[in-house]
């Protein structure tokens, strides 16, 4: 086995890995702490994605019952959160009970 720390070359690669792996939470909260604002449900980029705060109002035939931004790949905060950025509305947050169709199976 080698030791990462062996040669120069490597001993960087290994503290670049260490030093992006501790600053991706805090880039991730950068993120979620710039993303105040909750979406505008009657904004084009909302009205176009079919977004609504509540999942339950949504008259999509798309949408299956268990289908919530909480879920789905895009939402960028804990399930646990209430609100939190998602990938395509940059710069606002979405309602964990949220919905809109371009919803993906969180991995
Ligand atoms: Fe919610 Fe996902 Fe749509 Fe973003 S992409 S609004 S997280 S369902």
Redesign the pocket.
């Known amino acids: 086995m080698s030791d990462p720390a062996a040669s120069p070359t490597n001993r960087r690669k290994f503290l670049f890995a260490c030093t992006a792996a501790a600053a991706a939470p805090l880039a991730a909260r950068s993120a979620f702490a710039q993303s105040k604002e909750k ?1 505008d449900e009657n904004s084009p980029q909302a009205k176009a ?1 079919n ?1 609504r705060h509540d999942a339950k109002q949504v008259k999509d035939p798309k949408r299956k019952p268990d ?3 909480n879920n ?4 960028q905060a804990k399930a646990s959160d209430a609100w939190g950025p ?4 940059a710069g606002n947050l ?1 309602a964990a009970k ?7 199976k969180k991995a």
């Open positions: 979406v994605l977004y289908q919530f931004c789905c790949q895009l939402y998602c990938a395509l509305f979405v949220g919905w809109c169709n371009a919803w993906v």
